[in-house]
């Protein structure tokens, strides 16, 4: 069977609602994350027998708290970009500032090593 083209799965216009107790609708995202698929597509494959789309991949629990790790190490980061220019307004020690922003660069070359990505310079 031939696979639609991303304008064919565009033309589906019409909504389905369906109501779950707690206990379905954990079962049914259990179903769903172990497949791998949208809930959609697995309820598709049961009412019409349609052939199930490619699963997504998904990032490992890891990867997921390494990147949640490097958004928080971006508002820090942030922070300490504040503190630096109210340091050159004279207002601040400037090296406890430059020894926060090397530890947290020592932190985000290894966060971008963990997820096999290069650090940027």
Not at 15 to 36: V, Y
Not at 49 to 59: E, F, I, K, V, Y
Not at 80 to 96: D, T, V, W
Not at 107 to 118: D, K, P, S, V
Request: aromatic share 2%; hydrophobic share 35%; with cysteine.
């Amino acid at each position: 069977m031939a696979r639609r083209s991303g304008s064919e799965k565009r033309r589906r216009s019409k909504t389905f609602s369906l109501r779950l107790d707690p206990a379905e609708q954990e079962r049914a995202a259990d179903l769903r994350d172990r497949a791998g698929l949208s809930l959609a597509a697995l309820i598709r494959r049961a009412l019409f027998d349609t052939p199930l789309p490619r699963a997504t991949r998904r990032p490992t629990v890891n990867h997921q708290a390494v990147a949640k790790l490097l958004g928080q190490l971006g508002r820090i980061g942030t922070n300490i970009n504040q503190l630096a220019k109210h340091a050159n307004a004279g207002r601040y020690q400037e090296s406890s500032i430059e020894l926060a922003l090397r530890d947290l660069m020592e932190l985000r070359t290894a966060c971008l090593q963990a997820l096999g990505r290069e650090p940027e310079r």
